[in-house]
Structures are given as C-alpha cells and as structure tokens.
C-alpha cells in the first residue's frame, strides 16, 4: 500500500462548482497536511496547510483532515477558471521530516 | 516575497553528458531539496540537504550527487546522463524553526530536461 494515495483525476467541473479533493494515507505517524496547487509548467505554491484533525476555512477554501479514517479532503467553493491547476496533497510525521506528496488531481473548470 | 530560482527553465543534452542544474533562494532558508516529478508518478524526492555541506539521500539518489558549498545554493549533478532521468526537475527550500508554516516549502518554476 502506497503511504499517500490521491485520485489523479482529471477532474472537469463548470464554474461555480463546489470542488472536493481527496487523499488517503496509510501512516498514522502523519501529523502535518497540506495541499500545493501547481499550475501548467510552473512550481508548486503551498495553498493551505493543516495540523491534525479539524477544520482549516481560507476564503473559498477549506481543508479538512480525519486522523481517524485517515483521510484528507480539500474544498473548493464557487470554482473560478483560474483554479484550474493540478492539486497535490502533502504531509509529514513532523518538525524536520521530509514532506511526502501525493500524485496530484489535474483539475480543469470550465467557463 | 521568498523566491527559488533555476538556472534553467529548459535544457537539452546527450546521454553520457554531465549536468549541473542550479537552484537559489533568496530568504536564508536552511532546508533545500531536489525532487523530480514524472506524469503517473509524482514528485519524488531526490537529495535535501538540512546545512551547508551536508546532504542526505532521498527516495530516487541513483545516478545523481549534489553540492551545496553556500547556504542559498543547491546544486544537482547527473554523473553521466541517462534518457531515463528525462523529467521535470524541482527545487526547494525551507525554514526549520518548530513552526509548520516556517517549515513548508516554497518551490522554484522547475527545470525540464531533455536526455538524447
């Protein structure tokens, strides 16, 4: 089983959409999540970042993290075009642990 | 505003060639990583390095060395290139300082290597 599991996709929603992006994780060691969104041919940039389980709201985004089951799941509200990007989960077991990425969700909103 | 930069956004070269790519960051970060990213496969971590001189082996070190003489550069080193390490090449850095949003990393625009 792969430690970070993240459906690639690709995902294609109309405008104004409510978006969810999800990842799977098989290491309870995990403490630290968070979601980078990379547009075509350029860097990843950290989108939102979250601390256990719980709740994270950034304008139209929320991140969402259940130790639990755990699962990680990105919200888009009111999707613009300019959201279309591939989404790529992280996370990590702690201070001065290296990140681990899922594949990433090429996700495309259309006008 | 932090920034990483590469030294090339494109690059094409022969099998059996060396390459060196470069990355910089301008924010005095401690922590910088090279990672390739591949359609299917993600990003995968090649070497980080957490201090000058130092280095540590990621997920994928095989066929690849790195440098890191300064503080804000991080140098990577294909020995002898293969078609095989044809990918898109991203740069990393980051603060370690007990703080998660200290931590994360900011990324550069990524190199994309061609191997003939």
């Known amino acids: 089983q792969k430690e970070v599991e993240q459906d690639p996709g690709p995902l294609s929603v109309p405008e104004g959409a409510i978006v969810s992006l999800n990842c799977t994780y098989s290491?309870?060691?995990?403490?630290?999540f968070m979601w980078y969104r990379q547009y075509s041919r350029k860097g990843p940039e950290l989108l939102m970042y979250?601390?256990?389980?719980g709740n994270k709201e950034d304008g139209r985004f929320t991140a969402q993290v259940d130790k639990s089951s755990k699962y990680i799941s990105l919200f888009i509200r009111d999707s613009q075009p300019s959201d279309s990007a591939t989404y790529l989960c992280?996370?990590?077991?702690?201070?001065?642990?290296?990140?681990?990425f899922g594949k990433g969700t090429l996700l495309t909103v259309n006008p | 505003d932090v920034k990483v930069t590469q030294s090339s956004r494109y690059l094409v070269k022969r099998t059996g060639e060396k390459v060196f790519l470069e990355c910089v960051q301008d924010?005095?970060?401690?922590?910088m990583f090279w990672y390739r990213q591949d359609p299917g496969l993600g990003l995968r971590l090649i070497y980080f390095?957490?201090?000058?001189?130092?280095?540590e082996k990621g997920d994928i070190p095989e066929g690849y060395s790195v440098s890191r003489e300064k503080k804000e550069r991080f140098s990577l080193i294909l020995e002898s290139a293969s078609t095989n390490q044809t990918s898109m090449y991203l740069c990393?850095?980051?603060?370690?300082?007990?703080?998660?949003?200290?931590?994360?990393?900011?990324f550069g625009p990524g190199t994309r290597l061609l191997v003939l």
């Open positions: 990393a850095s980051s603060f370690t300082s007990g703080q998660v949003w200290r931590e994360t990393q900011y």
């Open positions: 290491n309870s060691a995990f403490q630290y």
């Open positions: 979250t601390y256990s389980s």
């Open positions: 992280a996370m990590s077991r702690g201070s001065n642990y290296k990140l681990t």
């Open positions: 924010m005095d970060h401690e922590n």
């Open positions: 390095s957490y201090d000058v001189k130092m280095k």
